[in-house]
Each structure stands twice: as C-alpha cells, then as structure tokens.
C-alpha cells in the first residue's frame, strides 16, 4: 500500500456549516455581483466564506459592487449587522429607521427646548 500525504486543502472546504446555511448560495461570486442587491449575504459551494456585497470605493479602480468576504468563524451577527449598514449607506432600503424620527439634535429641536409653539 503507497503512502499519500494528506493534501493541503481542507477535506471540509465547501461543506454545509451551521452560518452557511443561513444565507442563499449562489454558483459564482459573478452571479451574485450581476443579480443582487447591495447588502446581500450569500456564499459559494466551492468557498467556506461568506459574502457580502458592497460598494467599491477605490475610484476608477474598482467596479461599482464589490465582495467582502468573511471567514467561516465570524459570529454570524457581525455579518449581518455589516450587512444591514450596507444597505443603509447604499440605498438598498428606503430609509434609515422604520417609522421612527432619527432623534439627532438637528432633527429633533424638542431636546433643547426650541419648540415653535
């Protein structure tokens, strides 16, 4: 029996994790980039990683979407509170909060007392 060393790449890599299974998969980064939105979350069968799509900001370098790639044992939370930013900042939603007035100073004079009544 020949002796074969285990190879470098992990015999886990593209496997289902508990994260993984939380998001839509899609067959290539370039599907995701050409058919959804700012601030989705995916991954790839071929990755472990999981996606989300932002804006570029390099300048003329850089494609309008971009991917940020998370490792496998990021807290899910993080990815979707970068996500849910992203979606704010880029317009992938219609408002920053529901229903509810921002509360900045600027915005809400009733803090400091200047009310026009």
């Known amino acids: 029996m020949k002796y074969t ?11 289902t994790t508990s994260a993984k299974s939380k998001v839509k998969s899609f ?13 989705t ?4 069968p071929q990755s472990d990683d999981i996606y989300v799509i932002t804006h570029g900001s390099w300048g ?4 309008n979407k971009v991917v940020k790639s998370f490792s496998p044992d990021t807290p899910f ?7 849910k930013r992203t979606k704010v900042k880029h317009g992938s939603r219609d408002s920053k909060h529901k229903g509810k007035k921002s509360g900045g100073y600027s915005e809400n004079d009733l803090k400091h007392g200047n009310s026009d009544k």
């Open 5 to 15: 060393p285990k190879s470098d790449v992990s015999d886990k890599q593209g496997r």
């Open 27 to 39: 067959p290539f980064i370039r599907v995701a980039l050409q058919t959804a939105d700012f601030g």
């Open 41 to 44: 979350i995916f991954t790839t």
């Open 60 to 63: 003329d370098k850089s494609a």
């Open 77 to 83: 939370k993080e990815i979707r509170g970068f996500s």
